[in-house]
C-alpha cells in the first residue's frame, strides 16, 4: 500500500511539471516572419489602417501567407519582420534594415546592394 501511494504521488508531480510546461506554450510555437513590401497596402474599410496579405518567410525559411495590420503603409520593397504565434498574428511589425535578415532567408529577398 505504501509503494502504490508513492506512486500515485509521483505520477502526480510529474502530471504537474508537465501540464506546467505545456501552459506556456506561445514561446515555443512563435516565430517571426519576414516579408517584403510590394504593391500597396489596401485601405481597411471603417478603420485608420492598412492591411497586407504577403508571402513571408521564418528562420527556418518556411514560406506562409502573412497578413498583418498598420497605421502607415511601408515603403515599395522594405523588409518587415512580423511576429507571429501558433494561432495568428501577436506583435506590432517591425521594419527592419537587410542585415537583420536571418542567413537563411536573405536570397528570398530582393536586398538592394
Known sequence: MKKMT????????LSVFMLGGCADRGAVLESDYYVQIHGKAEKN?????YVYNLEGYNEKGKKKMVSFFVEKPYQEGDIVRVPRSHDGYTGEPEAIKSDKLPEKIKGRFNLKK
Do not use: A
Open 6 to 13: 508513492v506512486f500515485i504521488i509521483v505520477l502526480g508531480c
Open 45 to 49: 474599410e471603417n478603420k485608420d489602417n
